[in-house]
Nanobody, 133 residues
Framework: EVQLVESGGGLVQTGGSLRLSCVAS????????IGWFRQAPGKEREGVSC????????YYADSVKGRFTISNDNAKNTVFLQMNSLKPEDTADYYC??????????????????????????WGNGTLVIVSS
């Protein structure tokens, strides 16, 4: 059984930083995209960032480009999201998710929608990030 366990959320002031971690276990595929979605109260879920196990390519939502950095440690099946220059609008539940990419050979950089929630195969339970103003 695939499990994704997030950690690292918390309360931080505007301009501060947090580092989220997600440990994946029970994986039965080695070609995937793994990363983060977030959902704020009353808002739709947003794809924040992901990284491809195939080639290390990354995706970032426009709202976080230049502030967030995703990375992974394949040996430990762990993905990280370094969040800098946090803003109150970053406040949300952050969910780790993974999508098997064994169904395609298309590079993630060529995908029109590289990170959408309906394509995810597994989800973590989420970790709350609160950015105070």
């Amino acid at each position: 059984e695939v499990q994704l366990v997030e950690s690292g959320g918390g309360l931080v002031q505007t301009g501060g930083s947090l580092r989220l971690s997600c440990v994946a276990s029970g994986l039965t595929f080695d070609d995937y995209a793994i990363g983060w979605f977030r959902q704020a109260p009353g808002k739709e879920r947003e794809g924040v960032s992901c990284i491809s196990s195939r080639d290390g390519s990354t995706y970032y939502a426009d709202s976080v480009k230049g502030r967030f950095t995703i990375s992974n440690d394949n040996a430990k099946n762990t993905v990280f999201l370094q969040m800098n220059s946090l803003k109150p609008e970053d406040t949300a539940d952050y969910y780790c998710a993974i999508e098997s990419r064994t169904w395609t050979t298309q590079p993630m950089a060529e995908m029109v929608t590289p990170w959408v929630d309906y394509a995810m195969d597994y989800w973590g339970n989420g970790t709350l990030v609160i950015v105070s103003s």
